[in-house]
């Protein structure tokens, strides 16, 4: 992978930063794209202090122009992009009924709007050069419902379908397009979701009065778990694989 070029979005978080300091450290040179400027600056010094080749690329990815303007600055300054991550997300919890229009809206723009201005901004390039790869970070919630999550679920599960469908119209430009589901993984999201230390138990032994059955495995992902899941689809490993959806959640969502 040496070389090549991979944008990746979210890279101020824990996942995102996780797939981006991974590829870099593989020798990709890595765009890094977040709408929270500071974070992403900060997180990509700590990258480029290691003598890593990271390049912070401030940019909303629910705005299409914004989108596009990024993208062609990222293939002015570093070439062209060969390597996709959509690993910008947000969460909003609560039960449906009290769900503001705001919420909803909110969780689409980023999750399901963001990774379709990026991929088709991204993909499009691709094509022409007849090559190239690309995952979304979705989640086992696109296949397990979750209370207090229908808004989070219902976008990764468009995502999911959304990276299918384009991977199935570019497979025959030679491009793969693959899906990651992590479950529970040590992020500042999961963070937030939690009151005490009651419900970090609930999520890895369970709580049966939410239908959950915890974690099999027993413990929580890290985001580097998550992030060599992502670079092995997006590697000449998996050379082969396409529309796959690769769930990394130590058994939580019981294989479906």
Known sequence: MEGRIALVTGAAGGIGGAVARLLAERGVVVAAVDRDAGRLEQAVRQMT??????????????????????????????????????AAGVLRLGEVRGYSDEDWRDTFAVNVNGV???????????????????????????????????????????????????????????????????????????????RDESDRRATLEGRPEAYRVGIPLGKLATPEDVAEAVVFLLSDNAGHITLHDLTVDGGAGLGA
């Open 49 to 86: 202090d290691k003598g890593l080749s990271v390049v912070a690329v401030p940019a909303d990815v629910s705005d299409s122009r914004l989108v596009d303007q990024a993208v062609d600055d990222v293939e002015e300054r570093l070439g062209p992009v060969s390597l996709l991550v959509n």
């Open 116 to 194: 379709f201005h990026v991929s088709r901004a991204v993909v499009d390039r691709m094509v022409a050069r007849r090559c190239g790869a690309m995952v979304t970070v979705s989640s086992n919630a696109a296949s397990t419902p979750r209370a207090g999550m229908a808004a989070y679920a219902a976008s990764k599960a468009a995502t999911t379908m959304f990276t299918k469908s384009l991977g199935l119209e570019v497979a025959r430009y030679g491009i793969r397009c693959n899906v990651v589901a992590p479950g529970s993984t040590d992020t500042a999201i999961l963070h937030s979701m939690w």
